[in-house]
């Protein structure tokens, strides 16, 4: 009974599908007409001088053609236009639908998620079977398609990386290169590092500043990229850049924006100290670590640090030297709100964002180009962005950016 019941059901889905396209080709078709019919009857006093006919005219029906919806294919016939008019330039005048513009092949929803599917790491040979997952008709789509996308993509980074940043004032900057394997690189190029800046607006948005290949993590190519920021109209640099040890970024910011102040990312610090210390003793280590950059005062953070030292030094002097060096760097954040510490004290904003980009570069075993790589690191990159939630206290945002001082997180009275 119970297979009864499932085939009927199923057959019943199937006819309810049916009626649903067929109501929805109906609709369609109707409203192509009402256009070509509200066309010519606006057009029904123009004449010609010498015969006295109409210039604007059906002229019978083009061919039929599938049009691929989120409701399966829906066959409709749009009615041709016979318009003898021209303009002043003296060129024919052509009536084009605004339903149905020319070589429409399939819905703008199904055309938005093929790029998502793409990016989520379904491979384009799989289209099909995936949109049909979803109810959605997907006969008709190629690799070729992917090829299209990425070719629009690499022209919408090019735009992007060009745009005037004049007016543009970012308070805070997260900073890393990230690394992908590339299938077709040739012998000796080694991995591709994608150079990436994120900022904070004075509204709190999160915002993606700076997508940029680069020759591993250099300080020439930072210098290229924040250079390259500044001379498009970032005069001000952010009032703090988080990012890792990475020695040249560090060095090209001070050449670029020599006022923004430097901190250190906590979870790429921890990782480091611990790769020093045997793994039986890491837990304990990385608990007294966090202890360190959880303290509510910059006082009880020092005290934290002094008690790492007092426990490690003497056995591992390599895990104190790691902390040590960038003492200064590491604790910057007190001297703002504390709203923003979870913020600051990581460049997990891009670390987060970029878990996304090793998953589809991971599912397609690397990009087969430096290039490919490149501009799917941007859409992603951008597809991510409209999901970023502001800064915790985004309205004290506009406050550090106008110089109000902060201790251990506190506004300073003034």
């Known amino acids: 009974m119970e297979n009864v019941a499932g085939q009927m059901s199923i057959a019943t889905c199937s006819v309810l599908d049916g009626i649903l396209r067929e109501g929805a080709r109906r609709m369609l078709q109707d409203a192509i007409e009402r256009?070509?019919?509200?066309?010519?009857?606006?057009?029904?006093?123009?004449?010609?001088?010498?015969?006295?006919?109409?210039?604007?005219?059906?002229?019978?029906?083009?061919?039929?053609?599938?049009?691929?919806?989120?409701?399966?294919?829906?066959?409709?016939?749009?009615?041709?236009?016979?318009?003898?008019?021209?303009?002043?330039?003296?060129?024919?005048?052509?009536?084009?639908?605004?339903?149905?513009?020319?070589?429409?092949?399939?819905?703008?929803?199904?055309?938005?998620?093929?790029?998502?599917?793409?990016?989520?790491?379904?491979?384009?040979?799989?289209?099909?079977?995936?949109?049909?997952?979803?109810?959605?008709?997907?006969?008709?789509?190629?690799?070729?398609?992917?090829?299209?996308?990425?070719?629009?993509?690499?022209?919408?980074?090019?735009?992007?990386?060009?745009?005037?940043?004049?007016?543009?004032?970012?308070?805070?900057?997260?900073?890393?290169?990230?690394?992908?394997?590339?299938?077709?690189?040739?012998?000796?190029e080694g991995r591709q590092c994608i150079l990436v800046v994120i900022g904070v607006t004075e509204d709190g948005t999160k915002e993606l500043v700076a997508i940029q290949e680069g020759h591993r993590e250099s300080e020439h190519s930072w210098l290229e990229l924040l250079r390259d920021l500044r001379d498009r109209g970032l005069e001000t640099g952010p009032q703090l850049a988080v990012g890792d040890g990475a020695l040249g970024f560090w060095k090209a910011l001070k050449q670029v924006y020599p006022k923004t102040r430097c901190?250190?990312?906590?979870?790429?610090?921890?990782?480091?100290?611990?790769?020093?210390?045997?793994?039986?003793?890491?837990?304990?280590?990385?608990?007294?670590?966090?202890?360190?950059?959880?303290?509510?005062?910059?006082?009880?953070?020092?005290?934290a640090l002094e008690k790492f030292v007092r426990d490690y030094q003497a056995k591992y002097p390599k895990a104190v030297e790691c902390l040590l060096k960038d003492k200064e760097e590491m604790l910057a954040f007190y001297d703002f709100p504390a709203e923003h510490r979870e913020h600051l004290r990581t460049t997990n904003p891009i670390e987060s964002t970029f878990a996304t980009v090793r998953l589809r570069t991971y599912k397609t075993k690397g990009c087969g180009s430096r290039q490919a790589c490149l501009t799917m690191v941007f859409k992603l990159a951008k597809c991510a962005e409209k999901g970023w939630r502001k800064l915790c206290g985004h309205e004290l945002v506009k406050e550090v950016q106008s110089g109000i001082t902060f201790t251990d997180g506190i506004r300073r009275a003034a």
């Open 263 to 303: 901190q250190r990312c906590w979870m790429h610090k921890t990782a480091n100290v611990l790769n020093n210390l045997p793994k039986s003793l890491q837990p304990a280590a990385k608990a007294k670590l966090q202890a360190i950059w959880m303290a509510p005062t910059k006082a009880d953070a020092l005290a």
């Open 35 to 188: 256009e070509v019919e509200e066309y010519i009857a606006a057009c029904a006093d123009q004449c010609d001088p010498v015969t006295g006919r109409r210039l604007v005219v059906r002229n019978g029906r083009h061919p039929e053609r599938p049009i691929q919806t989120p409701v399966g294919p829906l066959r409709v016939q749009q009615p041709r236009v016979h318009d003898k008019r021209k303009d002043d330039e003296g060129n024919p005048i052509r009536f084009t639908s605004r339903i149905l513009p020319p070589y429409l092949r399939k819905a703008p929803s199904i055309e938005k998620l093929i790029p998502w599917l793409y990016l989520k790491g379904i491979s384009s040979g799989d289209f099909p079977e995936a949109l049909s997952a979803l109810g959605l008709d997907g006969s008709g789509l190629s690799a070729a398609s992917a090829i299209r996308m990425k070719e629009i993509w690499r022209q919408e980074w090019v735009d992007w990386s060009r745009q005037s940043m004049a007016g543009k004032q970012y308070t805070y900057f997260w900073a890393d290169g990230v690394h992908f394997n590339i299938r077709l690189a040739e012998e000796g």
